[in-house]
């Protein structure tokens, strides 16, 4: 296929220009901001800043870059430079998972995981090694295909209608799951930022999106991601290295932080000793026997708790007249359960939650234990330890694998002009996104000694004011509570969520508030850059795979012709229904940011590797193979993860329940059955197929 001519250094030298003057500008607004809050600029002003500061940069490049060319719209003209779709790249990938909750994975999870944790290193091994399997198997060949989207590659490699059909509809369904995970944590940051509503932070941040995508497709999305990298970069390096110095007088991090390893391993062992950790252990042993208790008499219980708080409230209306007192008590009745069947699923939940909170340190694993388990102890522990590796490895083999199907990754390197750019952007895609990784064990490990260190111990009353108003913005990211009435912060009444840890850090390190706006604007950023590409790959997939693919082989033969302006005005208008919809669900707060994400992945491994991996490796592939392979390794993702939703058990017939873990493999991990599956289904199928041609050709 024909190959763009490479850009011009002087194309080259002119894009150099523009970026060293955009870092100059952030550089100067962050200083800026600082010489205001030391001059008494307000706080509740700084997040509303940088907020609008940003997502007005974003959506001033989709103004300037707005196109209605179908080429430019759909791969941004085939011209992008390795070293910038690297770094645009780089920022689509980063996203709200890696910029936000990865270092919290690696802070609740430890480096290996416990029990149903997988641990935080399978995260970074596995989406590391991801560029690599996308480097050497995928990318360059997708590119020298010259096509647009993922699903083109199965019509143009299989032929037919269903490999396409299949392709844009897996990729509809791993993109939404990914793109709701992002616009879950652009409100979760509009909302800390600004004060409003999580709901209205999603509306607030999702203006920045629809106003670079809408307008500008590829391109602007591309040169919206080149900037949105700057910013993440920025945001993640300054407050670690910030913690880094002033922990070990060294500011970087990656080099210095595993002095902190062996001072928190001492901690882990004082506070696994402590008489005030063992009590809040007690307290939340003895809670959990309360609520076992209410759950043998449901009905009863719920009856007599509604009662007895309206007597209170009687009582309150008519002896004290406590205003403050009488609307608390309301809110109580209002905040109880509806029926019988709320009460008894949230009394699991926060029985499930005491039992694990009755667990050493919170039932955080040791930070940098092997695995949990022994192998040569008991067989218990030695079943421990085979679990917890097994769960581990297999997480990095669905990231790993994972990361070589997403479509609206691969989409990406489409936009260089040549395939060596293509692998050249491969490498530098690797090189700005390891600059993140190796920071983010590190920031992980200097905030557990933080926590440990300094915020334990600390008496309630003087408990610092970001505590309350993160609790005011989720309750399930930040609570405390002095469960054992001691008044003293104790490591185990404290509950963090993954998504807080790295938007919590420069209040924790007790750096100015402008580091907090400037880590708040890098999450958006990387929600945002992430959203962009995964609404640009959905309304792709909806309109040019499935829309316009049917209506013109319909039309073909009425012979009408689709005009390209055609295709992209209509991508842009499903584009802004796709945002509309993926608020809503996010707005319901039904997962946090690290399940949903890795389910994504488990699909798109399922969905799209096995059947393109053979599709380009193998000849021999044909239709009837990738069909298959795609359905049964699809169908064997979604039943595993769907048949261990809590909610869905007693929906679902007893035939197709399944009882217990297969191999102990946690549901996050359901793409390390669908991928063999789809392997071992596009070979058999293929191979059937080409044997039975080869007889009726002999014959």
Request: net charge positive; aromatic share 10%.
């Amino acid at each position: 296929m024909p190959e763009r001519p490479a850009p011009s250094s002087a194309y080259h030298w002119r894009l150099h220009r523009i970026l060293f003057l955009y870092v100059l500008g952030v550089a100067g607004f962050v200083l800026t901001m600082l010489w205001a809050e030391g001059r008494g600029l307000s706080r509740h002003w700084i997040g509303p800043i940088f907020l609008f500061c940003t997502v007005m940069v974003y959506a001033g490049i989709g103004v300037y870059t707005r196109t209605s060319d179908a080429e430019e719209y759909f791969v941004a003209g085939r011209r992008i430079p390795a070293f910038y779709n690297g770094m645009a790249a780089a920022a689509d990938w980063m996203s709200a998972a890696s910029f936000i909750s990865l270092s919290g994975a690696l802070y609740l999870q430890g480096f290996s995981g416990a029990g149903t944790q997988p641990g935080g290193l399978a995260y970074v091994l596995g989406w590391t090694g991801g560029f690599c399997l996308v480097g050497m198997l995928i990318a360059p060949y997708l590119r020298a295909m010259n096509l647009y989207t993922v699903p083109d590659f199965f019509q143009a490699r299989f032929g037919g209608r269903w490999p396409r059909i299949i392709a844009a509809l897996a990729a509809i369904t791993c993109s939404f799951t990914y793109v709701v995970a992002q616009i879950y944590g652009v409100g979760l940051i509009a909302a800390r930022l600004t004060g409003v509503q999580f709901e209205i932070g999603i509306m607030l941040g999702l203006g920045g999106v629809l106003l670079c995508s809408f307008l500008g497709g590829m391109r602007a999305i591309t040169w919206t991601q080149v900037a949105q990298y700057v910013v993440i970069l920025l945001a993640f390096m300054l407050p670690v290295s910030w913690l880094a110095y002033k922990q070990l007088g060294n500011p970087l991090a990656p080099a210095a932080y595993t002095q902190q390893l062996g001072k928190i391993a001492q901690l882990e062992q004082q506070l696994l000793a402590s008489e005030a950790e063992q009590s809040v252990l007690e307290a939340y042993r003895t809670r959990a026997q309360v609520l076992q208790a209410k759950l043998r008499d449901v009905p009863n219980v719920l009856t007599a708790e509604r009662q007895a708080l309206s007597e209170h409230i009687r009582e309150l209306r008519t002896s004290s007249g406590n205003i403050g007192a009488i609307m608390a008590a309301s809110r109580e009745l209002a905040a109880m359960p509806k029926d019988e069947a709320a009460a008894r699923e949230r009394w699991m939940r926060e029985l499930r939650e005491a039992y694990e909170r009755a667990k050493p340190l919170g039932g955080m694993p040791l930070q940098s234990q092997p695995f949990a388990g022994d192998p040569h102890g008991t067989s218990e522990e030695q079943q421990t330890y085979e679990h917890s590796r097994r769960n581990f490895l297999a997480l990095m083999f669905c990231l790993m694998v994972g990361t070589a199907g997403l479509p609206h990754l691969l989409t990406r390197y489409y936009t260089v002009p040549t395939v060596s750019a293509a692998r050249s952007s491969v490498a530098w895609t690797l090189f700005f996104i390891g600059l993140l990784y190796l920071c983010a064990p590190a920031l992980a490990v200097l905030v557990k000694y933080e926590v440990m260190n300094n915020l334990v111990g600390t008496h309630f009353d003087a408990l610092p004011n970001w505590i309350a108003q993160w609790s005011r913005v989720d309750g399930s990211l930040l609570a405390v509570e002095d469960i054992n009435g001691d008044g003293i912060l104790q490591f185990g009444e404290i509950r963090m969520g993954a998504d807080l840890i790295m938007l919590v850090t420069p209040e924790l390190g007790g750096m100015p508030y402008v580091v907090s706006g400037l880590v708040a604007a890098g999450g958006l950023a990387a929600a945002l850059s992430t959203a962009d590409g995964l609404l640009l790959t959905i309304s792709n997939a909806l309109v040019r795979d499935l829309y316009f693919q049917e209506r013109q082989r319909v039309d073909t033969a009425r012979k009408r012709r689709i005009s390209p302006e055609q295709r992209v005005i209509l991508s842009k208008f499903a584009l802004m229904l796709v945002a509309l919809s993926a608020a809503f669900v996010a707005a319901r707060r039904s997962s946090d940011i690290l399940p949903m994400v890795s389910a994504s992945f488990s699909l798109a491994a399922s969905a799209f590797v096995p059947a393109m991996v053979m599709g380009i490796f193998w000849r021999g592939t044909t239709r009837r193979g990738a069909v298959a392979g795609m359905l049964l390794g699809l169908a064997v993702t979604v039943y595993y993860m769907l048949t261990h939703v809590q909610g869905l058990q007693g929906v679902l017939p007893a035939a197709l329940r399944v009882e217990g873990l297969w191999w102990g493999i946690q549901p996050i991990s359901a793409g390390v059955f669908g991928v063999p599956a789809g392997f071992a289904t596009t070979f058999l199928v293929s191979w059937w197929e080409l044997r039975r041609s080869k007889a009726s050709f002999n014959t």
